[in-house]
């Protein structure tokens, strides 16, 4: 079943803000939106931000995420070193009945 | 605070079932839709299937439709995935989740292998 788009990786320097990008179409992230997880090596993934963009009780402000079309953006600023991890999108998708996901980006902080 | 619990993992021969648990506490369980995630060693996430709130309606992705089973007891809190005709490249760790409420567990790892 067809996936979510999402770059392997991205890299952006201490205290400076990165923006993640997750593409799909207007089954899926067009649709009802984009969740957003981080994982970090060896733990089961945190959920950063609901498909309504509203982040989950005790997450960052510095984690916002937003959509526009078919694409799903997660900006996170001020990155500090714990924020060096993988980043997921998923969607539900209207047309396959079923969750997508991306293939995940990995965020090196410089 | 909000718990998922899974259980039931393990060492399994190409062909053989297991049957995973996941124990729900500190959300009202019968008001989420839930769903089972799969991740294989060293790859991205996996949507495995998803059930209802009345356990009436169920959705699985192609490669373990016919082979898995996903159910409810909303009574217990409780989700149970039996895995049948087990292969190679079910190999993975499997978590229990609330995709549109954020709530993971920790994960059960399941080793399919002769």
């Known amino acids: 079943q067809a996936g979510l788009t999402q770059p392997p990786s991205v890299s952006q320097g201490l205290r400076q803000t990165a923006t993640l990008t997750c593409t799909g179409n207007?089954?899926?992230?067009?649709?009802?939106?984009a969740a957003w997880l981080q994982q970090h090596q060896g733990h089961p993934p945190k959920t950063l931000s609901c498909?309504?963009?509203n982040r989950p009780s005790g997450i960052s402000e510095r984690f916002s995420a937003s959509r526009s079309g078919n694409t799903a953006f997660l900006t996170i600023t001020g990155l500090q070193p714990e924020d060096e991890a993988v980043y997921y999108c998923?969607?539900?998708?209207?047309?396959?009945?079923?969750?997508?996901f991306g293939g995940g980006t990995k965020l090196t902080v410089l | 605070e909000v718990q998922l619990v899974e259980s039931g993992g393990g060492l399994v021969q190409p062909g053989g079932s297991l049957r995973l648990s996941c124990a729900a506490s500190g959300f009202t369980f019968i008001d989420y839709w839930m769903s089972w995630v799969r991740q294989a060693p060293g790859k991205a996430l996996e949507w495995v299937a998803t059930i209802n709130k009345d356990g009436n309606q169920k959705y699985y992705v192609d490669s373990v439709k016919g082979r898995f089973t996903f159910s409810r007891d909303n009574a217990k809190n409780s989700l149970f995935l039996q895995m049948d005709s087990l292969r190679a490249d079910d190999t993975a760790v499997y978590y229990c989740v609330s995709l549109v409420a954020g709530f993971w567990g920790q994960g059960t790892l399941v080793t399919v292998s002769s």
């Open positions: 207007s089954n899926n992230v067009g649709y009802e939106g």
């Open positions: 498909r309504d963009n």
């Open positions: 998923s969607a539900w998708d209207s047309s396959l009945s079923g969750w997508v």
